[in-house]
């Protein structure tokens, strides 16, 4: 089965065909570990965990490259304001190299309790100066790059195609120019690539190069780096929606530049906002929402991932409280009900159920049978997350053995991370109401009062709960669904 992929370039899904058969080069702009990632930069995250182990799910060889952001990332997107890790700095009395090891084990922290899985390789920015510094010396020599004010840029007006990421002609773009004006540039889009002399004091992080000594513009650290683990071409780039203007459409401009190949990426991929009160969250308005945030409030982090899967990658999402009690009751009684599975079938996820071959049901007796292909179908559709999480509920009513839905799930949560084979519900604190029940019931059995006794069994059921008597007493425990 074939995946298809929404293109930012082509605007339009297309057909995966990967440059090298079988195998996926993917790239994901990482943080800049200045701060917390919020729950809405995580979102982005999520959307390309699902795309990465959809990839899987299709078979393919997935090489899933992440940068982190650790110098040169300005607080506006182009060449204006503070580079972040200063601000930072001047916030937390800290160096840079503290403030990035600390939010970048953060980020992880946070990602883990997602289910996010970990990159193959995670590159900082400030191991690949040299990757940084070899890319702009190409850029130069292709002449792309000039020098002005102890700085270098990119000319924009050397290519052609730039802006083609947003729909722009360079035409288009100097007729609506609006940015912060530098008297260096050539052009107001034109962008720095390397800094010798910033706009502020306190740069703590500089190297030398051939331009005098200083550091880089955030654009070039991207391209160095997936180039150096990607090759020059490769299949797909993600990021936040947000990033498609300034940092993506730079991006390609200088791999192209540099590299002559177009296109440098061929299928481009982004995720929609987080909205809270209708507004983009994002750190500069304060008071955002982390991993810590929810879980101080009483959230399973995955309650998080559940919301995220019930919406489209490429539509906004509203949060607010509400939708994530709505999340986190509809995960638990997944859960409880995937659980309430195991125990009838044994305690035990058996993959090998979908391809048993004294199993003669329809729907179960193929690795290709028509749930897992109705899931893979909606996943491999520009992940349609909401709907295949229709189909995991739809099985969950089917009539199917046990044995035969929990390798369905098994199979599912491979792309939903959800964790439902390993979860095993909370030691349940029994109130102490049904503790007082039972203990007149104990009493009532050994007065041989059988029917009060079995009257207020009746009324524990009642409340939800189980007795059995033991040889050490009553046991009880809390009633699991029954699978819906």
């Known amino acids: 089965m074939s995946v298809h992929l929404f293109n930012t370039l082509s605007r339009r899904v297309e057909l995966l065909e990967p440059l090298h ?59 204006a304001g503070e580079d972040k890790m200063i601000v930072a700095m001047r916030r937390e009395g800290k160096t840079a190299r503290d403030i990035a090891d600390f939010y970048t084990q953060a980020f992880f922290r946070h990602a883990d309790a997602l289910n996010i899985l970990r990159p193959h390789v995670v590159c900082k920015a400030t191991d690949h100066i040299g990757d940084m510094i070899a890319l702009i010396q190409r850029l130069e020599a292709n002449g792309f790059a000039y020098q002005a004010g102890g700085n270098v840029y990119y000319d924009i007006s050397r290519l052609p195609r730039y802006g083609v990421l947003t729909g722009q002609s360079l035409d288009d773009l100097q007729a609506g ?50 180039i150096k683990y990607l090759g020059e071409q490769f299949d797909i780039h993600c990021g936040g929606i947000d990033h498609i203007a300034v940092h993506h459409t730079n991006e390609i401009a200088q791999s192209e530049g540099a590299t002559g190949k177009s296109p440098w990426v061929k299928i481009w991929m982004h995720g929609e906002f987080l909205l809270a009160d209708k507004e983009k969250m994002a750190k500069s308005a304060g ?17 998080y991932r559940y919301l995220c899967l019930g919406a489209h990658y490429r539509q906004q999402l509203g949060f607010s409280f509400e939708a994530l009690d709505s999340a986190a009751a509809g995960l638990d009684r997944l859960r409880r009900a995937v659980f309430a599975l195991k125990q009838e079938a044994g305690g035990a996820f058996k993959p090998g159920a979908l391809s048993d071959p004294s199993n003669r049901s329809d729907r179960s007796d193929r690795s290709d049978n028509p ?28 009539d199917l053995p046990s044995p035969q839905k929990l390798a369905l799930i098994h199979e599912f949560d491979k792309a939903l991370g959800l964790g439902l084979e390993t979860w095993t519900p909370p030691k349940e604190v029994i109130p102490q109401e049904i503790l007082r ?22 009324v524990i059921a009642a409340q939800g709960y189980d007795v059995k008597d033991t040889a050490s007493g009553p046991e009880i425990t809390k009633r699991s669904p029954k699978p819906v």
Not at 31 to 46: D, K, Q, S
Not at 287 to 299: A, R
């Open 371 to 398: 749930w897992l292909s109705e899931f893979r179908s909606h996943l491999f559709d520009d992940l349609n997350a909401p709907r295949a999480l229709a189909v995991v509920w739809a099985v969950m009513k089917d």
């Open 177 to 226: 120019a609006r940015i912060e004006v530098d008297a260096n540039k050539r052009n107001p889009h034109d962008f720095a690539l390397w800094f010798t002399r910033s706009k502020f004091e306190n740069q703590e992080m500089t190297w030398d190069s051939p331009w005098g000594r200083g550091y880089p513009g955030w654009h070039i650290e991207c391209s160095a780096m997936s």
């Open 21 to 79: 058969p079988g195998q996926v080069g993917l790239y994901c702009c990482g943080p800049t570990v200045y701060n917390f990632a919020h729950i809405g930069n995580l979102r982005t995250y999520l959307f390309e965990d699902l795309l990465r182990r959809t990839l899987e799910m299709a078979g393919l060889n997935v090489r899933h490259v992440m940068n982190i952001t650790d110098v040169g990332h300005l607080t506006s997107d182009a060449d």
């Open 287 to 303: 008071g955002f929402l982390t991993v810590d945030t929810l879980i101080e409030k009483g959230y399973d982090p995955l309650a």
């Open 437 to 458: 029940l039972a203990e007149a019931r104990a009493a009532a059995r050994k007065a041989k009062n059988f029917a009060e006794s079995d009257r207020l069994r009746d």
